[in-house]
């Protein structure tokens, strides 16, 4: 079950369906021993290019789940499925309005075990993400774990997601989200270049998540594994 | 704990702080073998109303709880706070809004195990709740199934709470929702006033709200509790 599944995850890789990846660095990443690949993104997610790269990144082992950000992408076959939930914006339809109309659509065809809600706050305002979202992106360090409990404690959600989207976060933002979880995984995205970078917000985050570097630089992306699972997770004082 | 409380409710009364109900009126519902009482209201609920109405139900050994509307009403003392989060409004405020100020402001101070998040549908959009959150009050079967599935399955929400604020509902709608849940228990309030009503919701809401009845027919309001408690919940086909 996802549920049980994402407890596990230390390190992920998000693969985006517009973007051009070559079958030598697909095989490189998921067999870099990550504990999963995330197919989604922001702009430009079809049905087709959804399922033309699950149907690629199925040849391997791994386990493949979609984070699905519009319903008519939606391709059955995955290991498991990530929905969002904005917390950080107004805008109801990014809350709950779509979720509600693809509910409304599917009815009792949705299989929910295989299904998972994340509480996303995204924290970079120049991504299309935030745009679109009409997120406000410029938080403190205690809106940010406001938003952990209002996720954690209040709505119970499995997953508390700060998404940097392409750009690189500040630890001492990830610390004042952890400060605010006792029960949702805390998952981090966004920019992660280097080792350092890797092992600074694996110090915070339970699980990493790399985007963007698999697109430029794929054997550092794979090393991004080693260096997010090498590094324990600090205890808040 | 508030949470495992809850699923033991069949029959619940909604006192008013802004309402008038002389001290043996109080006497008669709080003695009535409800399960308990849920202080709360839309409007003219203060601090100080709900704190004089909480001291004198506090006299008998009944369970009593606060339905916070309002975060500068919140008074301590009770055996336990639900949270509204309205489904049915676009309006985020009411959705997670008010709650992120409310959790910004008391931080830490918040005595979770206490509390429990109630996934709201307002059904009378002449309520004055239904005005003040810009509700879509008016909602087939099919919306409210799809409601009661976003309340349970994607959010996993412990109440679903229909609200019908003043005037009786429908009996199909209450089933439409019961057969979009699994996880959350079903609250129904609104407009019961005598026997024949109080069973036909009481077959297919987990809990009965009786409110408004208390203040103008509090004999037919204590007959409640039983015409409740020896209704049988119908089972779905």
Redesign the interface.
Known sequence: MLRKKIKKWRHVFKLDPNRLLSDLALKMICTSGTDAIIIGGTDGVTFENTFRLLERVKKYPVYCVQEISNHSAVVPGFDGYL?P?V?N?????W???A??EA??TY?SL?P?NQ?V?EGYVILNPEAKVARLTKCDANLQA??V???A??CD?????PVFYLEYSGTYGKAEIVKAARKGLQYSRLFYGGGITDEQQAKEMAAWADTVIVGNLVYYHVEKAVSTVKWVKETKLRALK
Do not use: E, N, P, V
């Not at 914006?89 to 339809?93: E, N, V």
């Not at 404690?153 to 959600?157: D, E, K, T, Y």
């Open positions: 929905i939930s917390l914006t107004d805008q109801s339809y809350i709950k309005g979720h509600f509910i409304r009815g949705i929910w299904i809600l205690r809106d774990t406001a938003y409990r209002l404690q209040l709505f119970r959600i």
